[in-house]
């Protein structure tokens, strides 16, 4: 889904997967997709949810690179702050000035409060605490805000089958499943389930791309495959006639 680069692409993936699945398309980021039945969904709403799932894994290839030892400018190249005056406000925003939906203050003890996007249905604003915010906490808190924010409403949780087990309290274990009938929500809960695996994510060799890392692949696409291997050989002739 992130790999998605263009009008072609999507419609290609759109005949194979379906709609996204949103009755409404919210206005901003920040709120999360009314999940429901569609007959069409413009344009605008793919690029916008292809845009947010390739940001959410750079952002979490840029905290696994980190966490490393890799020298990373999380705030500079993904994340940014934006002061409000005077109200001392902190806007939280993506590196294309797009806001995430958080704000921090500093209140008189010298703690600084983050203030989340409302849990979908209601008017309450999350309120975390943060005693010492640094650009990585920020952006773990801004991974697992949006991924929260996009799977309220998409997935169902259900259990499989019931097995006797000796050795469980109820004497009976429950099998887990969750279901979505929504695409978006799917493509979500896959980066969810990415993110929590610790599975690695890396750049497409060509355009840059975020993928995550199976096998040897190294590129998004056989397109930006064929088109390295074409300007390898471009810069070994001129190298050779040199």
Not at 57 to 72: E, I, T
Not at 207 to 213: I, N, V
Not at 218 to 236: F, I, L, M, S, V
Request: aromatic share 10%; glycine share 8%.
């Amino acid at each position: 889904f992130a790999n998605l680069k263009n009008l072609e692409d999507v419609n290609r993936f759109a005949g194979e997967c379906g709609l996204l699945g949103l009755s409404v398309v919210p206005e901003s980021l920040c709120d999360p997709p009314a999940y429901g039945k569609a007959w069409f969904e413009p344009l605008s709403a793919w690029q916008q949810h292809i845009e947010n799932v390739r940001r959410l894994m750079l952002l979490y290839r840029a905290l696994s690179r980190w966490k490393r030892g890799f020298d990373v400018e999380i705030e500079e190249r993904l994340l940014r702050m934006e002061s409000v005056e005077p109200f001392k406000i902190n806007n939280l925003q993506w590196y294309d000035g797009k806001i995430t939906g958080i704000q921090f203050r500093e209140d008189n003890a010298g703690l600084v409060n983050a203030y989340l996007p409302a849990i979908f249905g209601t008017t309450f604003v999350d309120t975390v605490t943060l005693e010492r915010p640094d650009e990585y906490s920020l952006a773990v808190l801004v991974l697992a805000v949006h991924l929260r924010q996009n799977l309220q409403g998409g997935i169902n949780l259900d259990f499989s089958k019931i097995i006797p087990a000796r050795d469980a309290a109820i004497g009976f274990r429950i099998g887990e499943t969750r279901s979505t009938p929504y695409l978006l929500a799917a493509i979500y809960y896959d980066l969810w389930e990415l993110i929590t695996d610790n599975r690695p994510v890396i750049r497409c060799g060509f355009c840059g791309l975020p993928l995550e890392k199976t096998g040897r692949r190294e590129y998004c696409n056989d397109a930006c495959k064929q088109t390295a291997y074409r300007k390898r050989q471009e810069k070994t002739k001129k190298g050779g006639s040199n």
